[in-house]
């Protein structure tokens, strides 16, 4: 079955550094647009970047410059790399993978574009 394991969240201060990590099974992972959401507490889930199966990727402008997605097919993994880290960035991180069909994020980043998620995984920053 389909199981996408994320890792690399931490605590971290403002202005740090934190890689997300996230293994995908079970389906041929390089077929499939993936993507990082984010859920802070009281908030709705909340698009941060997407890539498709050839590294065309998007990103929500909150962290446009800062933030880096990448993608290893060889090894079915997806990575987060996050920069110059805010407060604000403190969220619950979510690895997804984008149903057959969906624009591939080319019409934003939307939830309802993913048919799997991870179990997610803890990113706090304080200032």
């Known amino acids: 079955q389909v199981q996408l394991v994320e890792s690399g969240g931490g605590s971290v201060q403002t202005g740090g550094s934190l890689r997300l990590s996230c293994a995908a099974s079970g389906y041929i992972y390089g077929f499939y647009c993936m993507g990082w959401f984010r859920q802070a507490p009281g908030k709705e889930r909340e698009g941060v970047a997407g890539?498709?199966?050839?590294?065309?990727?998007y990103y929500a402008d909150s962290v446009k410059g800062r933030f880096t997605i990448s993608r290893d097919n060889a090894k079915n993994t997806l990575y987060l790399q996050m920069q110059s880290l805010k407060p604000e960035d403190t969220a619950m991180y979510y690895c997804a993978r984008a149903r057959v069909g969906a624009s591939c994020w080319a019409d934003g980043l939307s939830r309802a574009d993913v048919d799997y998620w991870g179990q997610g995984t803890q990113v706090t920053v304080s200032s």
């Open positions: 890539i498709s199966p050839g590294g065309t990727t």
